[in-house]
């Protein structure tokens, strides 16, 4: 099992950034994934979870901002952060279903 | 939401030690399945973060058998029996029952 997140970077307050995941050694249809990231210094920080049916459910601190997606096609989760806030400042890690699998994590920063 | 108290916030322990986290919800955490959906991930310095137990007490493939989990409801702990090097970083408990899901604020494991 591999999960690799891309996408990351530094961006302006306000404006939008699209993580990637990129999944292999399993079969990632049939597999719920989470976004959970890690503000620097600080506690892990559960933010989205997409369903194998890709049913989706939020943090309340991102609610209405980002968007949790999956190409089942490209083996790819994705998560589209919105209105960003210096506050959303963070690592950003995809893991599989229950946690089971982490990937690196991928680095966000919000600063003008 | 859940809110997770872990307890103690650091834990300072000479190899060989035993060692003990408590993890409490603010309500319980048995699911509608009859399943008990809390976890322990660990994160060792500069690594991702690793889960080593899920349904309260079942190890993950590969994670020595000097650590256990358990509990009921509410309160859960997690114990290493003896301290090794390879222990040390930050534990979290998880739980999975409740949306929006919620991580502990961590306990940090250092070598005395």
């Known amino acids: 099992v591999q999960l690799v997140e891309s996408g990351g970077g530094l961006v302006q307050p306000g404006k939008s950034l699209k993580l990637s995941c990129s999944a292999s050694g399993f079969t990632f249809s049939s597999y719920g994934m989470h976004w959970i990231r890690q503000a620097p210094g600080k506690g892990l920080d559960w933010v989205a979870y997409?369903?194998?049916?890709?049913?989706?459910v939020y943090a309340d601190a991102v609610k209405g901002r980002f968007t949790i997606s999956r190409d089942n096609a490209k083996n790819t989760l994705y998560l589209q952060l919105n209105s960003l806030k210096s506050e959303d400042t963070a690592i950003y890690y995809c893991a599989r279903r229950a946690l089971s699998y982490w990937g690196q994590g991928v680095m966000v920063t919000v600063s003008s | 939401d859940v809110v997770m108290t872990q307890t103690p916030v650091s834990l300072s322990l000479a190899i060989g030690q035993p060692a003990s986290i408590s993890c409490k919800s603010s309500q319980s955490l048995v699911h509608s399945d009859g399943k008990t959906y809390l976890s322990w991930i660990l994160q060792r310095p500069g690594q991702s973060p690793k889960r080593l137990i899920y349904?309260?007490?079942k190890l993950d493939s590969g994670v020595p058998d000097r650590f256990s989990g358990s509990g009921s409801e509410t309160e859960f702990t997690l114990k290493i029996s003896r301290v090794e090097a390879e222990d040390l970083g930050v534990y979290y408990c998880?739980?999975?029952?409740?949306?929006?899901?919620?991580f502990g604020a961590g306990t940090k494991l250092e070598l005395k």
């Open positions: 997409i369903s194998s049916s890709s049913g989706t």
């Open positions: 998880w739980q999975a029952t409740h949306f929006p899901y919620t």
């Open positions: 349904l309260v007490s």
